[in-house]
């Protein structure tokens, strides 16, 4: 199965997809980038991409917003862009 994991912070997507022991400046984010990569080196994650936040679906899931997108995607599988 083909896994892959999307992100909208851009700095943390490219410290993972470094694959080294890169510090990113936002510690918070270092345990995180840590795990994701030993899961793409143990191949349990394929790829990891950055994800603009117009189409970024979780959204609706962790802010405080209206939830439509993801409403949307559920109800009616469309994902507007």
Known sequence: MHTEVR???VSVVRAVQSLSNHITREKRFQSLISTVQQLI???QVDQVIWAPTAVNIS???TKA???VTIL???T????PI
């Open 59 to 61: 959204d609706g899931l």
């Open 72 to 74: 949307n995607l559920l």
């Open 7 to 9: 992100g909208d912070n």
């Open 65 to 67: 917003k209206d939830g």
């Open 76 to 79: 009616y599988g469309v994902l």
């Open 41 to 43: 080196e143990n191949e």
